[in-house]
Structures are given as C-alpha cells and as structure tokens.
DNA sequence: CGCATTTGGTTGACACGTCAATCTTTTCAC
DNA sequence: GTGAAAAGATTGACGTGTCAACCAAATGCG
C-alpha cells in the first residue's frame, strides 16, 4: 500500500473551511427560514416548487423529480407538511396510484411571505458579496469538483 | 413592502448548482466514507479528532470545541460509537464530571484503514481538480459568503 | 382474459442533529 | 463549611434523511 499523499498546512486549511462552510451555510439558510417563516429548508423547497407549477398542483413522484430527492424523502415530508396543514394531497384523477400535491390557504400565504425574505438572504449573502467575476469563478470550480465527485461514481 | 429583486435567470442558475452542491458533496462523502470503512462522515471527524491528540485520549467537551459541535450532538455519536465498539469512556481523573474519551483497538485500525481513502478522495475530487489559483479563488469567496452570513448573525 | 411485472407511493426501522430539561460534580462567595 | 450558581455531560422528544420492505394500481404479454 503506498503511503498516501497528505494534505500540506495550506491544503487542511482550506479543506478546513471548506468543511465548515459546507456545514455552516445549510445551517444558516436553514435558521433564517426558520426564523422568519417556521418552515425548513426542505419544506420551502416544497412549497416553492409546487407554487412555481402552472396548474397549482402536481404529482409527488415529479416533485421528487423536480427536486432531485427520493421518493420516500418526498412523502415523509409530505405527511409532515400535510399535518401541519401547509398543503392537501387527493388521489389523482388519471391514475389511481398518484397523489396530486397542491397548496393550501396558510401554504400559499406561508410561501408568499417567506420567499422575499429568503431571495433576501440568497441576494444578500452570496451575490451581493461576490463580484460577477467571482460568481463565475465560483461556477467553474463547482462544476469541477463535482465532476470529480461524478467520476469516482460518488455524487 | 418593497418588492424584492428577484433573481436574473443566470443568478438562478448558479444558485441551483450551488445548494445541489451544498447536498450532494456532503453525500458523497458520507458515500465514500461508508463503502470504505462502514463509518458516517461524524465517526471519522471523532475518531480522526481523537487520534490526533498526543495523550490519546480527550474530554468529551475538548471534543466538542474541537469540531465546533454541540455538547449534546457529541454525547449522542458517542454513546452509538461506544456500542459499536470504535471508542471507550470513563470518567475523568481530575473531574468527576467529566468523560475521558480514547479509541478502542478496533478504532484504531477502523481509522488507520480509512484516512488514507478519505484524504485520497479529498485530494482527488478537491485539489486534483482545481488550480491553485482556484483553490485561493475558493477560499475568497467562502470567506466572503461567510462574512455576509456572520454578518446577518445567521452563522 | 389472467397473471407476472412495473410503477407510484407509503411505511418502519434506524442514524443523525437540535433544543430544552435534567443530573451531578465543582466552584466560590459568604 | 454551606448553599447557590456554574460547568460537564446526558437524556428525551422531535424533525429529518436513508434504506429496504411493502402495498396497490396499471401495464403488458401469453
């Protein structure tokens, strides 16, 4: 087996804050929603997703598709949401199998109230301080790590 | 109310990618880290932390301080970590409150096994495929993220 | 038609993190 | 000393995610 090769001082250090910023911006994103609208993350995801469709309502396999989840991730969260009475869910008319997702009344009020403040945070936090050039720099490099990650079968 | 300034289609587009990465690097890790060594991305930070410090051994609230956790998330990895058998406590000499945490033998080979695999594919998927003009472009731009969130005192 | 397979979705067990409450030992002011 | 407050750590309830097993409706092939 060879030795592998280390990290060197400047390497950890950036691995460092790389970690912690991988931690530490979800947690954030997810303080902020809770704080200005009680809802998390995964639940505005919802919320968000299903309000952006044009028909108010759509199927919860194409919401699991949409926000690349699995499904059981989908309909774990969907019972939670549903019992909190942000949306309703109804057997779909086409297909027996299917549940059609859609908003209800405090649904619609709660994304309509908590997206301006979340684009806020989004604006304020990532655009707002980085240059265009660093918003480009940072795409280039997001793409390539993650091509790294996809080509060890990982992502 | 001022209406929010929503964001460009290109904004969009990076905000995308940008919380498909903050999931799914942290996914691949875990990814790696399990198929490797049947550890999650917290036993390694815990047993990575312990073996890195002289005595061997640590207070569970050093550990804590150390990987900027919480008490109570540290206590809880600790006790399913002791159940497998990949870590021992007992009660501090010089505090009886406290808990002296050390690698069990089978810890020890657990993470002598893994670190190589794990910064294998920190290098191969962070450093391997950046520049090192990249990889400080990276780290201003955290920086900068971060600083816009701390000052939002969000993080 | 009839039955196996696929597809849409749910469920249960479990790992993990957070928060608030709790417990015990230590500290410290008097 | 003694009692209140602080410090070290654990616990329990709960939200969230994963995986594997499961159920029911739809499909499709003989």
Not at 121 to 148: H, N, P, Y
């Amino acid at each position: 087996m060879p030795e592998p090769r280390w990290l060197t001082a400047q390497e950890q250090e950036l691995w460092l804050e790389f970690r912690e910023f991988l931690w530490g911006f979800p947690s954030a994103m997810d303080r902020q929603l809770n704080r200005d609208s009680g809802l998390s993350t995964g639940e505005y995801s919802v919320l968000a997703a299903v309000s952006d469709v044009a028909p108010g309502s759509l199927r919860s396999g194409d919401l699991a598709a949409t926000l690349q989840w699995e499904r059981s991730r989908v309909s774990h969260l969907l019972r939670r949401m549903e019992s909190k009475g942000l949306i309703e869910r109804c057997v779909a008319s086409c297909d027996g199998r299917g549940q059609e997702i859609k908003l209800s009344e405090a649904g619609w009020d709660t994304i309509r109230a908590a997206a301006p403040q979340h684009v806020g945070f989004v604006r304020e936090t990532l655009f707002d301080s980085l240059s265009t050039t660093e918003q480009e720099q940072l795409r280039t490099i997001l793409g390539k790590v993650r091509g790294a990650v996809v080509e060890r079968e990982l992502w």
